[in-house]
């Protein structure tokens, strides 16, 4: 480098908005030193533009500068990608001829994929022992930068580390590759400075996965793992999984008979049977009372469409590779990856007058999105879904009355649930369609309603849909997980796309603005997480079966079928098996049924019923009356918990 390079200066900006002037050719650790000597000798990693980058990793000019330490939210995902690496030196050291594929960090551990590696589950105690051996051994974590020559030398016995080489020997002209002991890799990092700095590490599970994610590469062996700064974190971990595992939608949608996805069906393709479609059912009519009194029009479009409407919608060419497209003759379909289109093209058939306005369509449409076979997992990841799609076409004028009266709805929806939530504004992403007028117009709309509310929210930089920027609500669950769930987007491209217009008051023509929401996000989404959410305890309004009568003996079986009679208006089974008293109550226990009504010679001569709850409690001498009311008053009133034994 001359002298004059080494003499010029660019400035960084620090996350308190003030700029730093450091030397063109300096490091985020060289940032670090410069802001002081503690914060560098304290730097693991950076942030770039909000992109996590190793200390090594160059500067740039007005780059925003982040520096990761171990106090940062950051370091947990640096420190795991460190554990990926002692996974992937454990393997080699135990066995011979392995390909190394890929080893990221994950928000909650890391994996790394393994070709022509054979192990199962009672393996990974031993892996996990010489992991340990490795973090023991404190073996310092080296960075070393080579020409791409040299890495493909390295890399010469690894065929997936060379396709990865080429990839990005497209762009640079040298790679990294980190040591520590007698093992390296080709990695951009960031790593910790040793292995010791690694905290408590567990090895979780064996699967099958594609070599990038394609079911048409290589299976290959990934092994989960996780790791914590220290053992209770660890701890604490384990029990959250347990219990995840314990409320797996897929475990309990089986044990009630809720839903399968069968292999004749074919993958992501769920079959609802009539319990799991009667909760839906129920889900499905709350949100339409609350469209109903909030003047949306139902429609219905088909599940197919020739491709010219998803070239004109912009979905084409920014959404091909998610869809199922097809042929039929000369020409060619595809099943819709979403509802807008069809919504526009219903709105663009007629004349509209600014009086009609806003119009606002709505529809439980089923949508298809071609997710890799890998990633698809019971409801959570489908590849046929339903959307409690809306759609809303106004003037500029009642952008923000509208957005405030969905925002309404979807609390009104969450709080039903009794959900914890946050909201984002997610802005554009780096594949869209627009102008950035368009883009600043939308984003500055939704944002100022968000402020003049006073809402809290988190911007989500490049997070927005591709045809406009949306706020994102993520409630929790009751074990303390997020999930993404209702959104509202704000749409100035459709109209464009497909010329929609409405007359002003100027007897000119204007476009209108479209208004994208879903109050749940989608049904299986949903209704995944209230299954894991209420552990398939479902509240009575939702609940398949709401009541069962348990007759004591035989003798009894003619008044419990009275008594069911008396709340026809309920799902109400008879439990009229020939069995002990005992072991019903276990049954519906077990089946998860709300209330049981128990009846026998004592309840039969005197008219009334005994009632029991899923909390075990029970009550005598009830009257099927009382009881008949506060069943309507507790469905009506949609409350997430029977409490008739709870006053």
Known sequence: MSESDSQQQIAVVLPDGSELEVDADATVEDCAYEI??????????????????????????????????????????????????????????????????????????????????????????????????????????????????????????????????????????????????????????????????????????????????????????????????????????????????KRDHRRIGNEMDLFSIQDVTGPGLPLYHPAGKTVLKELEDFVETLNKEAGYDYVETPHVFKTDLWHRSGHYENYADDMFIFDVGDDEFGLKPMNCPGHAAIFQDHSWSYRDLPIRYAENGKVYRKEQRGELSGLSRVWAFTIDDGHLFVRPDQIKQEVEEIMDMITDVLETFDLDYEMALATRPEKSVGSDEIWERAEDQLESVLEAHGHEYEIEEGDGAFYGPKIDFAFEDAIGRSWDGPTVQLDFNMPERFDLNYVGEDNEEHRPVMIHRALYGSYERFFMMLIEHYEGRFPLWLAPEQVRVLPISDDNLGYAHRVANEFDDFRVEVDGRDSTLERKIRAAHDDRVPYQIIVGDNEEEDGNISVRDRFEDQEYDVEIDEFRAHLEAERNEQRTEPDFLQD
């Not at 992109?51 to 740039?60: F, G, N, S, T």
């Not at 909650?108 to 199962?120: A, H, I, P, Q, R």
């Not at 990005?168 to 002209?173: G, V």
Request: glycine share 8%.
């Open 36 to 245: 002081g000597p503690g914060l560098g000798s304290d730097t693991i990693a950076g942030k770039l533009d909000g992109d996590l980058v190793a200390k090594e990793e160059p500067v740039y000019d007005g780059v925003e500068l982040e520096i990761v330490t171990d106090q940062s939210d950051e370091y947990l995902r640096v420190m795991r990608h460190s554990a990926s690496h002692c996974l992937a030196q454990a393997v080699e050291r135990h066995y011979d001829g392995v390909d190394l594929a890929i080893g990221p960090p994950t928000d909650e551990g890391f994996y790394y994929d393994f070709d022509n590696l054979d192990v199962d589950e009672e393996d990974l105690a031993v892996l996990e022992d010489e992991i340990e051996d490795i973090i023991e051994e404190d073996y310092e974590i080296e960075r070393e930068d080579v020409s791409i020559e040299e890495a493909e030398e390295r890399l010469a016995d690894e065929p997936y580390k060379l396709e990865l080489l080429e990839e990005f020997a497209d762009e640079n002209d040298h790679v990294s590759f980190y040591s520590q002991g007698e093992w390296e890799d080709l990695c951009a990092g960031p790593h910790v400075d040793s292995t010791g700095e690694i905290g408590a590490v567990k090895l979780l599970e064996i699967a099958g996965a594609y070599w990038r994610g394609d079911e048409d590469n290589t299976m290959q062996t990934r092994i989960y793992g996780t790791a914590f700064e220290d053992e209770s974190d660890l701890e604490d971990f384990l029990e959250r999984k347990q219990e995840a595992e």
